[in-house]
């Protein structure tokens, strides 16, 4: 059986009990439980090959214990055992190495919410076909959870936990991360912008074991919320990171910015903060300088405070963050001031169809020296098609142009084209720091004086008004006969 129907095969089980309500809490059961399957089949490798190793989880909470049989315990027995005995346990485990922290932190915000212990042993079973310990199953399924990740913008708002693939990984290979650098997601949902970062590193530049050891010990995340947490955490079980205790579950913006300190700086920021949000009543004083609640912008101005001199960001940022005003116009000054704001990828308002419908930019900035100039590129959708879809959704090739036309890490010899424009830092200036600017090279489509247009209008009303009373007539003589 493939990976996706094998996944496909335990929703539907996971579909016929009445605890589970919807994508989002079939997931979260799903995900917790492939988590104890995967981290069991890791402690199984690394007793193999270390002689000190101990699992963090009690032996009779240990998955080959309890749940490799599929003879083993079912029913009723099942239930309270998972309920009463795994979950308090596991919730409360004691333990101060990072892979403790791991499983504490996954089942601190974790739930049964299967109700018959019977479906519950055949999801374990279908569970128990995939080894872990197979590199190819491993990436196989690696592959499908990042499309179950995908899937799960359908469970309501959970569409901001993820960004389009090709937009994470062109964001990755134009900032081009080295194992070593520092590299930190403030609000990594569920890994995207990570895994993508260790699959570039890993095709690049990592040759020896010591390489992988400098590359993990580099990455630093934070999620605050328990699902898209849950989920981040397995997903860097499952790209082979063995202690992914630097998942932290928790709000970066719930502390003050100056109490973030030099040593906690960092070499790169690649992250797309929640948009079109508010935080809760207080966080605003936690930035003094920019008291706002929205959170895209709060985090703005985490980024620039948490870059090294000379470290480098890319953001994905809505419209309104370009052309907003007040905190807005503050903010785009001290980021213009203190950083090197060298580009701005401009995206049409189809790439996160169909979950939100909204323009949004790659802001790529280095921290340190002012900004004197900022090179717009406006992405077009491929020929042929009018927008992106859920079934036609960007790729990374269809960035390859301005790949091609960004001139390498020093971004040398660029030049303006259809697609490609600069702007001074005076024009900007003058311009009040709204960043709204629409490609000059393109001719905005006439749609002719507004005053005709409203004639037209009240006359097309007033048509179909008249067509509305006809209609209303006809259907009062039919009813009356």
Not at 298 to 307: E, Q, V
Request: glycine share 6%; aromatic share 8%; charged share 25%.
């Amino acid at each position: 059986m493939s990976m996706r129907n094998l996944v496909k095969s335990i929703q539907d089980i996971m579909r016929k009990d009445v605890g589970v309500d919807g994508d989002a809490q079939r997931l979260s059961q799903l995900v917790w439980m492939f988590f104890l399957k995967i981290i069991d089949d890791q402690d199984e490798a690394l007793e193999f090959t270390r002689d000190d190793y101990t699992s963090p989880i009690p032996e009779h909470l240990q998955w080959r214990t309890w749940a490799a049989d599929p003879e083993g315990i079912t029913g009723d027995d099942l239930l309270a055992f998972v309920n009463d005995d795994l979950f308090p346990t596991l919730k409360e485990l004691p333990g101060t190495t990072p892979r403790a922290k791991v499983v504490r932190s996954v089942f601190e915000d974790a739930y049964n919410y299967m109700k018959s212990g019977t479906l519950m042993r055949q999801v374990i079973n279908k569970i128990n076909e995939v080894d872990f310990n197979s590199l190819t199953e491993r990436q196989h399924f690696g592959d499908l959870y990042e499309q179950l990740l995908n899937d799960l913008q359908n469970a309501g708002n959970a569409g901001e936990y993820y960004t389009p693939r090709a937009v994470t990984s062109f964001m990755v290979q134009q900032i081009d991360p080295h194992p070593g650098e520092i590299l930190m997601d403030p609000a990594c949902g569920t890994g995207g912008f990570l895994t993508c970062s260790m699959r570039h590193m890993r095709d690049k530049y990592v040759k020896r074991p010591e390489d992988e050891a400098t590359m993990q010990a580099s990455l630093r995340a934070v999620e605050k919320k328990p699902l898209p947490h849950m989920l981040c955490t397995t997903n860097m079980l499952l790209h082979n990171i063995e202690e992914p205790s630097w998942v932290k579950h928790d709000n970066t913006l719930a502390r003050p910015l100056i109490s973030w300190t030099k040593d906690e700086r960092v070499d790169i920021v690649l992250t797309n903060p929640p948009f079109g949000g508010k935080e809760e009543d207080g966080i605003e004083n936690n930035f003094p300088a920019f008291k706002t609640r929205e959170t895209a912008d709060l985090f703005l101005a985490l980024i620039i405070r948490l870059l090294k001199n000379n470290g480098r960001a890319a953001v994905v940022l809505p419209d309104g963050s370009l052309f907003g005003e007040g905190i807005k116009t503050r903010l785009k000054e001290h980021l213009l001031t203190e950083c090197n704001l060298h580009t701005i990828v401009r995206l049409p308002n189809s790439v996160f169809k169909p979950y939100a419908s909204i323009g949004t930019n790659l802001l790529f900035f280095e921290k340190g020296t002012p900004t004197k100039e900022v090179w717009y590129w406006e992405h077009r959708v491929p020929e042929g098609q009018k927008a992106y879809s859920m079934t036609r959704p960007i790729k990374l090739e269809h960035l390859d142009d301005c790949a091609a036309w960004w001139g390498g890490a020093s971004r040398v010899g660029r030049e303006e084209n259809e697609q490609a424009w600069k702007v001074s830092i005076d024009t900007i200036r003058e311009r009040g720091f709204n960043l709204d600017i629409k490609n000059p090279h393109v001719v905005e489509d006439d749609h002719g004086n507004p005053e005709d247009l409203l004639n037209d209008l009240t006359k097309a009303e007033a048509s179909v008004e008249s067509l509305r009373a006809e209609l209303k007539a006809i259907l009062t003589e039919a009813l009356a006969r």
